[in-house]
């Protein structure tokens, strides 16, 4: 389980997850899945370039599951007691396996969303993300961490929340929310009320199209007791002024009234079933991947990831390792081709080495085809550092040639109508035209080994060296020009 973010499991579940909202472009038909030829990707598992590689592939996964397990932790033992014992709550994933059919088989979406961040530890930015299926039908649901800083909201949260809301319209998920918190207004279509919603948090379940709400443990008020009695000098009680029974008997704001927590996951559930949408089908026929994913472990290569071969990773992914390339001598800077993925046909790019304008023109090629053919994209990004030399003529040709043609592929991914998945398995530094976040693909995942930036560091401080040097220059020049007899010499 500790690299599953890095095999075939992982990337199925996206697709899983895009093809419940966008059918037209995920169809399952009687055709043949077995069509496409096998490839050849063999590895070494006994070379000690393996042994290295998986090293440290092991290594960065010990890592990553530590900053897991942080994230995992919300507000930590003593909050997690204080919430269970005294306030009688369930935590936040209790809540979330009372809803999802099967909440093992579940996606979260970023984890790692506010860990060590400037302003203090906000362990997954304080609210649980997850797509998973309810009675068959896959929603975005989200809850609050209440154990964290009693669920206050910050920056990043409300970035994740955003993050969230858009991947839910991207693909037609049902957006529900698992309130216990303050907050601000969610375009939601159903709110579950398990602990206080105080001030701005009262207009998340009041501007949702339905809402369920806990007896004795769920209130909605823009003031709590504390305020009435500063303002009007009246004891009242929090479930007095805003619980269950004032709301679903006297005010009418909520729908449904559940005795305990339990119940209000039950009737979230049947809920779901009246969103009339038809469940996604499941599907059993597809094959597995003539090699092991966990291969990939000593495939990614400790230095100059840049030089992973991309055919060895495909062959581990898709179904049967099966992939039919498209243009297979042409660009060979970009892989392109089609393959199945849980019985799903998509179309893959990746890139393979240096991008140069013959692969550009390929990749917008692809990309046009996919389109035209309503078939979803994965994009596999590993890009290579590049150096444009601009010292000859033909250099500068050989440039713009190279920038026009991924102008094109730029231009044609973002004008695509077809789900896009990216996933970053290597390098992406300086990557425009392989559908980064700028692009808005429907999700983007990364390997814990990628590497994201700008610019390479090496780089970076070749520059800021040159930059030094220039300006130590200049500071020996000011000192010169400041003596007295540069001065007297030029009267």
Not at 162 to 172: G, S
Not at 270 to 285: G, H, R
Not at 370 to 394: A, G, K, V
């Amino acid at each position: 389980m500790l690299h599953k973010v890095l095999i075939r499991q992982n990337i199925q579940k996206l697709i899983c997850n895009v093809s419940s909202s966008s059918s037209r472009h995920f169809t399952r038909d009687p055709r043949p899945t077995k069509v496409f030829p096998v490839l050849t990707a063999s590895v070494d598992t006994l070379s000690s370039e393996y042994s290295e590689n998986l090293s440290l592939s092991h290594s960065v996964i010990t890592n990553y599951k530590q900053f897991l397990d942080v994230a995992r932790a919300g507000g930590g033992s003593k909050a997690m007691k204080r919430h269970i014992v005294h306030n009688k709550k369930l935590l936040v994933w209790e809540r979330m396996k009372l809803l999802f059919d099967n909440y093992e088989s579940v996606l979260e979406v970023a984890p790692l969303a506010g860990t060590n961040m400037a302003y203090g530890n906000l362990p997954r930015a304080g609210i649980l993300a997850a797509i998973g299926t309810i009675h068959g039908i896959y929603c975005m649901v989200i809850g609050n961490d209440a154990t964290l800083h009693a669920g206050t909201m910050y920056p990043i949260t409300v970035k994740k929340q955003l993050r969230l809301q858009d991947i839910a319209r991207q693909n037609n998920l049902p957006f529900i929310v698992i309130v216990d918190s303050a907050g601000a207004f969610l375009p939601l279509q159903l709110a579950i009320v398990c602990g206080s919603c105080t001030a701005g948090g009262a207009y998340v379940p009041m501007m949702t199209q339905e809402n369920i709400i806990v007896h004795k443990i769920g209130t909605i008020f823009l003031g709590g007791p504390p305020l009435v009695k500063a303002a009007l000098g009246e004891v009242v009680s929090a479930e007095q002024l805003g619980g269950a029974t004032l709301h679903c008997s006297v005010s009418g704001c909520t729908d449904h009234f559940a005795d305990t927590e339990e119940n209000a996951f039950a009737i979230a559930r049947d809920a779901v079933t009246a969103f009339n949408i038809k469940p996604l089908s499941t599907f059993q026929d597809s094959d597995e991947p003539v090699y092991d994913p966990d291969e990939l472990l000593g495939i990614i290569p400790c230095k100059d990831q840049h030089t992973m071969d991309a055919h060895k990773v495909i062959a581990r992914l898709v179904d049967g390792s099966r992939f039919q390339e498209f243009k297979t001598t042409y660009g060979k800077g970009l892989v392109t081709g089609f393959a199945f993925l849980q019985g799903h046909l998509v179309g893959i790019v990746a890139d393979n080495g240096t991008t140069t304008a013959s692969s550009a023109i390929k990749g917008a090629h692809f990309v046009q085809l996919c389109d035209q053919r309503q078939i979803p994209i994965i994009f596999l990004q590993n890009t290579t550092p590049q150096h444009l030399s601009t010292s000859t003529y033909e250099d500068a040709t050989n440039n713009g040639a190279k920038l026009k043609a991924e102008s094109k592929m730029m231009s044609v991914i973002a004008c695509s109508t077809v789900p896009k998945i990216t996933v970053i398995i290597g390098n992406s530094i300086g990557s425009y035209s392989m559908c980064p976040r700028s692009f808005s693909p429907n999700f983007l995942f990364t390997w814990p080994n990628a590497q994201i930036a700008m610019e390479k560091p090496d780089d970076i401080v070749n520059v800021i060296l040159e930059i030094l040097a220039q300006c130590l220059e200049i500071v020996n020049q000011y000192r010169q020009k400041g003596t007295t007899n540069y001065s007297v010499i030029r009267m």
